[in-house]
T-cell receptor
Framework: AAGVIQSPRHLIKEKRETATLKCYPI?????VYWYQQGPGQDPQFLIS???????DKGSIPDRFSAQQFSDYHSELNMSSLELGDSALYFC????????????FGEGSWLTVV | DQQVKQNSPSLSVQEGRISILNCDYT??????FLWYKKYPAEGPTFLIS?????DKNEDGRFTVFLNKSAKHLSLHIVPSQPGDSAVYFC????????????FGKGTKLTVNP
């Protein structure tokens, strides 16, 4: 079965640069979530979208923005990168009509140097 | 303020024995609970879930128990296998859906052959 696809899997950026992560949810899933997991930390909720509209917001810095497009894929844009942004970024998806269980992608490793 | 607590950072069991992973929560608004298994540098994999209307849910070797009055849930794996060695995250969601999962810090399970 198709899973949540994230790209790129690994990304290295310098401080103050911009990075964009992409997420393709499971087909027919209407909700996308972004989580950040720092080294040795538990995943922290950043933001979610339901039917292309922002549905909830967590601890997402103002330097970050995200959106969900008409094909339901989502992009997380991170600007003015800081060393502390180095983390594993997970995208997840779910469907309100299919049990609502959240399924995660493999994650995108961002390293800021 | 950690709303979902996994007080044991690690657990080691012998192959074939039972693994019991515990999770406590503080927010009485949580009514949907999930367990995820995570290998290093991979996304969390959904294992099993339980809603607050149940006190037990079973799926193969995995059983989740929920004690609402104690705000406690546990994941039982029996028999444990070496391939079960991973970090297990407990997650909780508020009433109305799983839009914003709150994760515990995880318990690293090691199953010794």
């Amino acid at each position: 079965a198709a899973g949540v696809i994230q790209s790129p899997r690994h990304l290295i950026k310098e401080k103050r640069e911009t990075a964009t992560l992409k997420c393709y949810p499971i087909p027919r899933h209407d909700t996308v979530y972004w989580y950040q997991q720092g080294p040795g930390q538990d995943p922290q909720f950043l933001i979610s979208f339901y039917e292309k509209m922002q549905s909830d917001k967590g601890s997402i810095p103002d330097r970050f923005s995200a959106q969900q497009f008409s094909d339901y894929h989502s992009e997380l844009n991170m600007s003015s990168l800081e060393l502390g942004d180095s983390a594993l970024y997970f995208c997840a998806s779910s469907s309100r009509g299919l049990g609502n269980t959240i399924y995660f992608g493999e994650g995108s490793w961002l390293t800021v140097v | 303020d950690q709303q979902v607590k996994q007080n044991s950072p690690s657990l080691s069991v012998q192959e074939g024995r039972i693994s019991i992973l515990n999770c406590d929560y503080t927010n009485s608004m949580f009514d949907y609970f999930l367990w995820y298994k995570k290998y290093p540098a991979e996304g969390p994999t959904f294992l099993i879930s339980i809603s607050s209307i149940k006190d037990k849910n079973e799926d193969g070797r995995f059983t989740v128990f929920l004690n609402k009055s104690a705000k406690h849930l546990s994941l039982h794996i029996v028999p444990s296998q070496p391939g079960d060695s991973a970090v297990y995250f407990c997650a909780a969601a508020p009433q109305g859906g799983s839009e914003k999962l709150v994760f515990g810090k995880g318990t690293k399970l090691t199953v010794n052959p």
